[in-house]
């Protein structure tokens, strides 16, 4: 019979101490996407730092910051219910890599990859009439600045580069468990993980 006294060690699971904010920084310009880390008790680890395309722009108006926010927690509360990975694709476009973070089959986090195109890389196609919309229904009146910024963005196949990226994010996240636990620096990070996963970041 379990001790109903006994600690929850799963309370115990801070993606916030340690390295780990400072790699998910480093992460994002080696991967080329925006990440968010969140454990299920609402502690936000950091903000992304490469919101620095068209979501910030976004981001910068008070309609799509809400909307924005809305899309990610309806994001995190599908993973809360399902408990299983999934690719979605955000209010203005966007593709979005949820990835749930669990310890001893309890789930103690979200991972999510953001501010990706989901387009083929060499495909010639026109931002307005893909992103037209979202710039008009949240204020954007810049436009030429608005698309410029999509230079920034990363682009993914929807074939086995978006499989690909799915289960670097997973891998990722089971790192982030063990390094909860572990003073593991950047360094030691990439290391395993280009050891563990030989195309890591090839993609």
Partial sequence: MVDQNLPN?????????????????????????????????GEVVCKTDYFNGPCSIIRGTERGRARCRKTYKNIEDRLLRR?????????????????????????VGTLLGSQILPLERDRIFSLESLFGHT????????????????????????????????QYLEEIGRNFINMAFADKNWDIFLKEMQSETPQFGRF
């Fill in 9 to 41: 060690i799963n309370s115990k699971v801070s993606f916030a101490s340690g390295h780990i904010p400072e790699i998910l920084k480093k992460l994002e310009k080696f991967l080329g996407v925006a990440l968010s880390l969140r454990s299920t008790t």
């Fill in 135 to 166: 710039a008009a229904a949240v204020g954007i009146t810049r436009t030429e600045e608005f698309y410029k910024t999509f230079e920034k963005v990363r682009t993914l196949r929807p074939d086995l580069q978006r499989i690909t990226f799915l």
């Fill in 83 to 107: 408990k299983k990975t999934f690719v979605n694709v955000c209010y203005a476009g966007f593709l979005v890599f949820a990835v749930p973070l669990e310890f001893r089959g309890e789930m």
